[in-house]
């Protein structure tokens, strides 16, 4: 038991993060959120084709900052790219099992990250940039 | 799904006294007749009414002889908030036909800063000192900001949130000195009981207290009035506390705020060497264990259970949960502990790097605090950190300003 409000699986995500930590094959990566507000997540993303096959991240927050992140991150692997881009941080919560009132803002913190780090890929891609890279693998 | 061992919940350890304290025994156990038997009002003639009376006298007694006053100008009230409300308000409103300026500090509780603000849309104006890196106002600041129409200077005996003390006497001196009719309030309410306090050697009009802070219960408090300060009251309707709190005293609880006053005298000295001592080997120990970190508030001019301290790279709301799931109960001055989601203004108004404060635990030890508290706590802290900084994108990676 403990005062803080949180569901047992927010409390499992922040105690047992999933995917933490830096990707090395990430092809796609968002940073979002300021230290100085007390958040700030980075994503990383591989994508293939249309596809994610991997996401991980490193996130300074708090609690429901840091269960979000991996909770998003668990999400989206295997998602399509346009399912993500839909992803809303009202589906991070609600795979929570929600989170305290005047947390709710934090969710968006992970949902942004991702938005952010598939729009800068597709710009990327859209650049030439990537193309060779993604279609190889 | 593979069965998994169930472990015995952790050993609770409280670091968390600044928020409040565990009632001693003898606090309860005073208290109790006061809740049955002893149910009498102490403004009524007849017999039931005498014990309760009594009692209240008993703790008048008890509370004034914890700060050298008189008994008599002791006022109960429901906390430490109420005493600073009947405090500022009180005098400020008194003495509004001689003046409408106040003067306190950035770093007050906001007890004293709302008070302050609500009295500002009655037409007061106030002066808000600032503090050092170490949270110390200066007193000769405070003398500059009277002014003519000064009525009441505010500066709390200690900071909240750093434990920082503050030189009241200093500030008293200075100030009586320009004008001897400016009424000159302390905040006590982190102080009395932790440090042994006097009001003549203060040279204090007002003072505040509250008994949940030095092992008494929830819902007591008191306000000293020196003789002559005249308050206006803020609750009406009777005729207790000489008129300056209507309303039937809380017995039960201002039974067992005498009774914590008392044990607080009683064992001052030896409570402090205790709890510095622990607090010190604490703090050494962790400034050992844990790189990139900073103490907040003064070195050596602290209360005694006091310990602030900012962890660079790791935010502190999380850092307080993982170590709330292992036992230790602490408190953070990051924006996400607290419910308004807004980081301290105690912080940012002694300087702290505004990223280095979102870092910040406030570890605060008493009396049942133990050895066996500190050797977990060196365990728990740096590893819970050591965790955090590894899921932190900005650890290590942007430069901070430690002091």
């Keep these: 038991m403990q005062h803080t409000d949180y569901s047992a699986k927010v409390i499992d995500h922040f105690m047992n993060p999933r995917n933490m930590g830096e990707l090395e094959n990430a092809n796609a990566v968002g940073t979002v959120g300021s230290p100085a507000c007390g958040d700030m997540m980075d994503i990383y993303l591989e994508v293939e084709g249309d596809e994610i096959v991997d996401a991980s991240f490193k996130t300074f927050g708090c609690t429901a900052a840091i269960a979000n992140s991996s909770m998003m991150t668990e999400m989206v692997k295997g998602m399509s790219l346009a399912d993500a881009e839909n992803l809303k941080n009202r589906d991070i919560e609600e795979a929570l099992d929600g989170l305290p009132p005047h947390k709710i803002h934090c969710s968006t913190l992970a949902a942004d990250a991702l938005h952010e780090a598939i729009k800068s890929y597709k710009e990327r891609v859209a650049s030439g940039a990537e193309e060779g890279e993604v279609a190889a693998s | ?403």
Excluded: W
Aim: glycine share 10%; hydrophobic share 40%; net charge negative.
């Design chain 2, 1 to 403: 799904m593979a069965m998994t061992q169930t472990t015995a919940a952790p050993r609770r350890i409280y670091m968390d006294h600044a928020a409040t304290a565990r009632p001693l025994p003898e606090v309860v156990e005073a208290m109790v007749p006061y809740l049955s038997e002893e149910y009498g009002s102490p403004q009524s003639f007849h017999t039931q009414g005498s014990g309760p009376a009594h009692a209240l006298k008993q703790a008048r007694e008890q509370v004034g002889a914890l700060i050298h006053a008189p008994a008599t100008q002791i006022t109960f009230t429901s906390g430490g908030i109420e005493a600073n409300n009947l405090a500022v308000k009180g005098a400020a409103l008194a003495a509004q036909r001689r003046g409408k300026h106040i003067v306190t500090t950035e770093v007050e509780h906001y007890a004293v800063h709302h008070s302050v603000k609500f009295l500002e849309k009655l037409g007061f104006e106030t002066t808000f000192v600032g503090v050092d890196g170490y949270g110390r106002v200066d007193p000769q600041a405070v003398a500059d900001a009277v002014r003519d129409d000064t009525v009441l200077v505010s500066v709390q005996l200690a900071n909240q949130e750093v434990g920082t003390l503050q030189p009241v006497a200093e500030v008293a001196r200075l100030v009586k000195a320009i004008n001897k009719r400016i009424v000159v309030h302390a905040d006590g309410t982190y102080a009395v009981g932790q440090i042994p306090v006097d009001v003549d050697a203060l040279g204090v009009d007002l003072l505040s207290l509250t008994a949940h802070r030095f092992y008494g219960p929830k819902g007591a408090g008191a306000l000293y009035a020196r003789k002559g300060v005249r308050l206006t009251p803020l609750i009406h309707g009777g005729v207790q506390e000489n008129g300056k709190r209507a309303g039937t005293e809380n017995v039960p609880a201002i039974v067992g705020l005498g009774v914590a006053a008392e044990r607080a005298a009683a064992e001052m000295e030896a409570r402090m060497a205790r709890v510095s001592g622990l607090r010190d080997r604490l703090e050494r120990g962790l400034v050992e264990r844990i790189e990139n970190v900073q103490v907040n508030g003064h070195p050596t001019e602290r209360l005694p259970g006091y310990l602030d301290i900012s962890i660079e790279g790791i935010e502190g709301e999380g850092t307080l949960v993982r170590l709330d799931l292992d036992g230790i109960a602490v408190a953070s001055g990051s924006a996400c502990a607290s419910m308004a989601l807004k980081g301290s203004q105690v912080l940012h108004a002694i300087g702290v790097d505004e990223v280095l404060a979102q870092g910040s635990i406030l570890i605060t030890l008493g009396i049942d605090n133990t050895d066996a508290d500190i050797d977990d706590a060196l365990e728990e802290i740096p590893r819970v950190v050591e965790t955090l900084r590894k899921m932190s994108p900005i650890y290590g990676k942007r430069k901070h300003y430690f002091r």
